[in-house]
């Protein structure tokens, strides 16, 4: 074979004449001949092997030339003819390859072959890869979602044949092919045409998809080796970052890819190669669009999930990318960090460079914490919380990372939050510590540990020896003041200073008798410890003479300095050393030596302790500061935040966290939430923490159940419990089968068969309740246990157990089960009914103060279960009375006639002093619940059984009538009153005058016993100063109020009396109960309650928190439900946005919220808000009427809105007479998110404010509209902005008049002009503002003085009614308002009556 195969750039290249010795392309087939000319290739194929392709070579060439024009058939078969020759060759080449005696010729054949299958197959299969990915784009699923039968078949098919394709590439390329090269340098050409196939099909959209996995791994490991063994590692690592920067959905594929190559194939140098790419684009570079960053990023994290210890080298390249501007890179380098952290970087076996980088990374990740952009925030939390579940952050790091995460828990950003609440989850979940310890009982033993650690240092430091300073260092700090003594000693002196030196050296003398060499050294070195120089050098030089065969004192022979202090430093520290020696030389003592080892130790020990407690203490606050902010947020309305909160009390709750009940049972409300993901999650993290116990037998898990839901009962409120029901009673309602077990154990708890607290039998009983519920047979068979057991003979010794027993007991009767059949009750003579009579009528005398929550239950289920209840409570009523003359009597003053208690004041406080107010006031507190539940009892039951029964006789008659012309017209008349919706309006509207009627004349009949109480009522009520007894007050002013409910006529003559009470009760919890009451008769009278409505709203101003917090309760729920009509009186609620009680700002923001759902109702209300804030009387400060505008701007959020209050505030100036008026005008303009259109408006204005711009108050809000406008404004309203600033700064600085007539001559004119405009502008309109009173305030009731009481009137011009309480007058009955003071004309509310309904 005399030529040679070179692979072609481009395909047309191999029809030109190449090279000496080139192949060139001879024939190029036309597309009909191409069948025939495939049908030759394959049969050469069969018989003469893959060589073949040397000879039909050009028919696959002619393929690819015609490549648009052929079928897909012959592209087909080509593609599985050339798949042939290449797996052909991958057979016969190793033998081959490992031949010594293979010929060149030979060699060449087998290359030449290798090239051009390889060279059309790939070419083939980017042809056909184009033409699949084409076609799926064509027959892309439409909205049916239905592929074209064809194109679907097609690409199928396709999916196949591309993985068997590159099976046969890889197969023979694994082969080392290297050696039929020359040199084994393998052409570039050749691997470009592999490797530019492979990464031509990584550029289809679905290779990212499961189904592609087997083509995906085929890519790879083909790669692989093109790295490996063809030097494709530079080409690589460079296409890696090309791909990534056009396809976003290969980033997983190549960290795929390269992990394998890292790993598998040995090439480590890859991962430094792309990180090296990534890590030098710049920020400005990333920051362009269709830069590929989010594929970088994700790229990074993925690859650094896989092979995070390979990447720990080429980090420092990443971490310039935490500067940078893309927040993308930024997450990307945080989670790579986390996985080395988490797989790498971890654990105790640490060097020390491991460790440098690890608290290296951690303080990186800390940082970012803090990161500008939410995501980054987010994503480092979630990489925390990673760690914190691997158990990879370091014990000492605990702490502070858990600040930072409660600090996050207050982020902008939900998603922050969310993972903040996760992260502070897996803190609690792997903590180190004890979590059931709350910090104050952590305070004890952490202060008694302490004390120990600081005794044991002092104890040792008592015994520990004194430090010993070395003589060198001492000699070292006295050398130079030494020195100048020794000189001056030796210099000549005067004759004082030689009599002096006599003396000293006489003193020196009497020091050196009887001593030796040895001991005067001693003595020297002691002078010289203690400061006396002089001393010791002059000794030292009488030394000399005294001994001079002495070794110390040998040098001194020549007396000069230096020799004198060479001799002194010898004796000085020649002392020190010889000591030390000595010490040396001494044998150790191993016992102190063990006991000092064991003090050391246990101090350690006791250092460990006292850090330990240290960490557990700040451990346990900081989960207590995150236990409060999340419990805060099991309301929010972001849905995903409130799912987070439960699943975190959930969490805590588990691993019994000290105060983790609170957020469990703060999150029962939630049961009830219309967001159905709420309900859903707050039910199933109840069924996980108490509905599926833990337990060897059923027993042992009824038991634990019963345990836990106990604990949660005990102590919790009324709205806790109803709450509680919901759940159980779904419990009880799904087939368990440990419902009868847990049954059981509630009726031994309640019973006493197993020892247990009051409390926890009270839960018990409730729980049976709860149970009955879902199923009546529980307390119904078991009513007579439940009679004995709390409502026999000890029933006065525990009113609350009977109280819960009653409660439970009422789960039976239809009006909690709302039963459509038959009423179910049970006869008077029930033993039930006789033990609940019977503990009332003695628990009137006896003072017990939970005898009234016991009565009210217990009237309650006398009325839904007994048959004729009102006959019952008659007797009732007729027992405790006389029980309550007994009482008198026994005091010692027998009155028979009942009736003289009101005869005279005198008689009157004699028997009032012999009563107890206590029990007087249970009586008239019974009283009033049995008037209400008469009430409720006529309106309810006996309506509800008069429909059922006429229900049933229209039904018995229609069966009795047989089918005749008669009844069809009867039909035919009906269906037309159906369609009219006339159908059974008259009987019900006859029924309910029934019911009206029998509670306007009969319950308070002469002949009824509720009658004769109503005179004491009043009077007690009325007569604050004689009866000033709490209790006494609020039952009788409850019981009034429930009696008002009986009827209109009731409730017109008592109105004044009520509204009194409200207004001038000393005592805050009954002006609160009053407001109830009072709230319950507006919904109930709406007509006679709607002129006092300006009183309700009077005590929104209460000086008491609990009365102003009620008063807002109620009059939300009346303003809401459209009881009561929105009106000017709606700023005193928004004066509660500042209230100092935090509680009853929630309220009033929660009104606000709840009203800003109404249309326009706030839009329609501000003005006259802002009138009444403004208002100089109010005296409010503009600091708050700010703060309270801004929450109420907030809600307009409308164009159309926005310009109609820029039009109406600025009309407001004209009318405004403060300067203070002017400024909260100006003020409240501002806080408006202005809009062109009023801007516009603003501009139009002009005249209203011009005259009012030199005031600052007036200036500043005016200019800041203008500051906000002017962002982000297009260049011609900038324009306009700029202009309007201008002037407003031009009048501000020099007066309107100034501004407006320049010239001086013609002032006059223009001052005269424009007031006549201003007339014109604003005609006074006096027939308009006679007619209405709209937008006038109303005069504040509790701004009024303590001596007079206002009733609302109709006219502006009625004076001032006087009301004054009698406390200790003799006519206490004129308390209340006189008659003339009632309201006379009222605005009728228009209640729509049953047909008008239906008709609609």
Known sequence: MSWDFIVPVCVGDLVKTGGINQYVVQDVVSPKHLPSCLSKFKAALRSQGPLCILEHFDTGYSVLQHCNSVELGVKEDTLELLVQVVSGLAASLPALLVSTSVSAAERKEKLNAVKMSVYLLCKLTETLESDSYRQSIVTAPGKGGKKGKAGGEGLLQWDSEREKVLQALVQLLQLDIRSLWNLSLVEEEFISCVTCCCYKLLENPTIGHVKSKPTRDCIIHLLGVQIKKYNHLLGASVKVIQLLQHFEQLSSVFAQAVSVWSTEYGIKAIIGEVIREIGQKSSEELAREGSGVKAFASFLSELGALVPELMIPNISVLITHLEGESHAMRVAVCEVLGEILVRVLCGDGL????????????????????????????????????????????????????????????????????????????????????????????????????????????????????????????????????????????????????????????????????????????????????????????????????????????????????????????????????????????????????????????????????????????????????????????????????????????????????????????????????????????????????????????????????????????????????????????????????????VQVLWERFTGKRETSVLHRRAAVLLLGMAARAEREVVLSNLDTLCSVALGEKVTEDFLLARDSVITICSITDHVRQSKGAPFRLPQDHQLFTCLTQAIAEGVVMEDPYWQSFMEQAVRLIYFLAESPDQLCSRLLQRSARLILDQIAEGGEVNKDAGQMQDGSQESSEQGEQVSCVCLAQLLALCGCVAFWQVSHLERSVSAELRRRRGETEEREEKEKGPSSKAKQAANESAMEEELGLIGASAEDTEAELIRKICETELLAEENLLCAFLPLLVRVCSSPGRYSHPQLTTAACLALSQYMMISPSVCEENIRLMFTVLERSAFPVVRANAIIALGDLTVRFPNILEPWTQNLYARLSDEVPSVRQTAVTVLTQLVLKDVLKVKGQVSEVAVLLIDPDPHITSLALNFFNELATKDNAIYNLLPDIISRLSDPERGMTSEDFNTIMKQLFSYITKERQTESLVEKLCQRFRTAKTERQWCDLAMSLSLLSMCERGFKRLQECWECYSDKLTEPGVYQPLLSITAKLRRGAKAQFKAQVDEFEKRLTAVHTRGLENVESPEMDEENQKEGGSSEKTVMCTPLLPEAVRGTKRGQAKPSVSGRGNDSFVTPQKSRKSKKPMITFSSDEEDEEDAVMAESETPKVTTPIARTSRRARLRN
């Open 351 to 742: 060097d020390e460079s491991g460790k440098a980088d690890r608290d290296r990374f951690f303080d990186t990740l800390q940082e970012h914490l803090h990161d500008t952009h939410s995501h980054v925030r987010a994503r480092v939390l979630q990489v925390y919380t990673r760690i914190v579940n691997s158990k990879a952050l370091p014990l000492c790091r605990y702490s502070e990372v858990m600040e930072l995460a409660v600090g996050r828990l207050m982020d902008k950003s939900i998603n922050v939050v969310k993972s903040a609440i996760q992260l502070l989850a897996a803190f609690i979940a792997h903590n180190p510590y004890s979590c059931k310890l709350s910090s104050a009982d952590l305070k004890k033993p952490l202060e008694k540990e302490t004390s120990k650690l600081r005794e044991m240092k002092e104890k040792l430091e008592g015994m520990a020896p004194v430090a010993v300073i070395k003589a060198s260092e001492l000699w070292a700090a006295m050398e130079p003041e030494l020195l100048v003594t020794v000189r001056t000693e030796l210099e000549p002196t005067s004759e004082a200073e030689k009599a002096q030196q006599e003396d000293d050296d006489r003193d020196v003398e009497e020091d050196e008798e009887a001593e030796d060499d040895r001991a005067t050294a001693v003595k020297i070195a002691q002078y010289l410890r203690v400061n006396k120089y002089r001393n010791a050098v002059r000794l030292c030089i009488r030394a000399h003479g005294c001994f001079p065969e002495s070794d110390m004192f040998a040098s001194l022979s020549t007396l000069t300095p230096e020799t004198l202090m060479y001799t002194l430093a010898l004796i000085f520290k020649g002392s020190d050393e010889d000591a030390s020696e000595l010490s040396q030389n001494l044998p150790p003592t191993p016992q102190k030596e063990g006991e000092k080892e064991g003090e050391d130790g246990e101090l350690k020990k006791q250092e460990m302790l006292v850090q330990y407690l240290r960490d557990t203490e700040t451990f346990a606050l900081q989960v207590e500061r995150a236990i409060s902010v999340i419990n805060s947020m099991l309301y929010w309305k972001t849905t995903s935040v409130v799912q987070e909160a439960v699943q975190f009390c959930v969490t805590v709750c588990e691993f019994s966290v000290a105060n983790s009940v609170s957020g469990v049972r703060k999150m029962l409300p939630l049961v009830w939430s219309t967001d159905a993901a709420i309900k859903d999650a707050v039910v199933q993290a109840y069924r996980r923490l108490y509905l599926n116990p833990q337990g060897d037998t059923v027993r042992m898990k009824a038991q634990t159940l019963v345990d836990s839901l106990s604990e949660l009962m005990v102590d919790a409120s009324l709205g806790t419990i109803q709450c509680l029901e919901e759940i159980v009673q779904e419990f009880f309602g799904s087939s368990s089968n440990l419902q009868s077990t847990v």
